[in-house]
């Protein structure tokens, strides 16, 4: 007889194996209601998107062996997995863990990667539908680190997970990584010069100055959502991609196709700054929208003209959120210089699990500096951020 109370965890080669509304049911039931997901990347849509485009798949490194735990039949919790055979567009970086693997005469890769790819943005990891938060992923992690050891694989990594899960990872044996991002949060703003006004006087001049440069270029921008943007700005908009990809990666992660499909499953999901001079696209940067944040994702552009970035890629961010009423904009990977315009250090989660048990002590051992360091240098950064008071907090 049956045991409906046991949780069997199988594993699909893509999203073409399990219903949009059964993987969604655990990504983001707060979309019942119709609006949108906190999370618009650990959607159905946008994974489904990354598969169908050729943006991962054959050829790319990214190999998707997504985790799905089922309870009496119901699926009751999924976790994007991917089998990575290099440690590209993960934004956690391990190539020196590879080297030194390599180094000892062990196989690093292929590797386990539970994360979405080419996304360093937080959220969950592992997916589960409510009632179901401490067993679904807990039949997860197990299912991971078996496969993982079942099939001699060095490591299993679980990128840009939330500070809830790492502290349950921990628990259950993982090791546990931080780093640092820069989010700008809303604090009940009314206007960009609401927001100005509790920056130091240097700090806001030199943001106005910024503004007035970049808005003098000759021409307009425009924020785009939804139905207004068209297949014109995504022939624009892939050139400046292009561009910014091959200068940053050597080639970009996403493909032309990953677009078309995403105009079609996520417009309202995503706002396009588009810049416009003499009835020419010159520049543009592409945010994806949460239900409480707006998500800075891609930038690029055919014409450089002073201040530009900041404008497209930060201000007109802050702009919309404030509009929009988000709480947050989380403006990507990286970057000190965002802390002068008023986006400030906040720490990133990851979980690691290595097979070889002297390796595992070894990384370990960096693991405790490291998050020492990163936990002084983020007190370090809010100290000198850029506002005239800061509650310790929202840091956190």
């Known amino acids: 007889m049956r045991d409906d109370t046991e949780i069997e965890v199988s594993v699909l080669s893509g999203l073409d194996g399990i219903s949009a509304a059964e993987w969604d049911a655990c990504a983001c039931p707060e979309s019942a209601d119709g609006g949108p997901p906190d999370d618009p990347f650990t959607t159905h849509r946008f994974l489904k998107a990354l598969e169908d485009s050729g943006s991962v798949g054959a050829g790319t490194g990214w190999d998707p062996h997504h985790l799905v735990a089922r309870q009496g039949g119901e699926v009751i919790a999924v976790a994007p997995l991917y089998a990575k055979n290099h440690s590209q567009g993960e934004y956690i970086f391990d190539h020196a863990w590879a080297h030194a693997y390599e180094r000892a005469g062990g196989r690093y890769y ?31 992690v197990q299912g991971a680190v078996q496969i993982a050891a079942d099939n001699r694989l060095s ?28 989010h700008w949060r809303n604090r009940g703003y009314r206007s960009f010069d609401d927001f100005l006004a509790q920056l130091s006087s240097r700090k806001r001049k030199n943001i106005r100055k910024e503004r007035r440069t970049a808005q003098a270029f000759g021409g307009t921008i425009h924020r785009l959502t939804g139905d207004e943007i068209r297949p014109e700005h995504w022939d624009a908009f892939w050139v400046f991609y292009q561009d910014t990809g091959a200068r940053k990666w050597g080639m970009p992660y996403l493909t032309r196709a990953f677009f078309d499909i995403a105009q079609e499953t996520m417009r309202d999901d995503m706002l396009l700054v588009m810049v416009e001079r003499a009835g020419h696209w010159v520049a543009g940067a592409l945010n994806f929208i949460g239900r409480d944040a707006l998500f800075g994702r891609y930038w690029g552009c055919t014409e450089h003209h002073p201040c530009m970035h900041f404008e497209a890629c930060y201000y007109q ?39 070889d048990a002297g390796f595992r002590r070894a990384v370990e051992q960096y693991l405790e500096a490291e998050r020492a360091a990163v936990n002084e240098e983020i007190e370090v950064l809010t100290t000198w951020g850029p506002f005239r008071n800061i509650e310790p907090e929202e840091t956190e």
């Open 110 to 140: 292929p590797k386990l990667q539970i994360a979405v790819p080419v996304t360093p943005v937080t959220g969950r990891r592992f997916l589960a539908r409510p009632g179901h938060e401490t067993a679904g992923p807990a039949a997860l």
């Open 155 to 182: 490591s299993l990594h679980v990128t840009f997970c939330t500070g809830a899960e790492a502290e349950a990872g921990a628990a259950l044996g993982l090791m546990h990584r931080t780093s640092q991002q820069f």
């Open 317 to 355: 961010a802050i702009d919309a959120a404030i509009e929009m009423g988000l709480a947050t904009v989380e403006a990507g990977a990286q970057g000190q210089h965002k802390l002068a315009r008023g986006y400030m250090p906040v720490t990133t989660h990851s979980l690691h699990w290595i097979a």
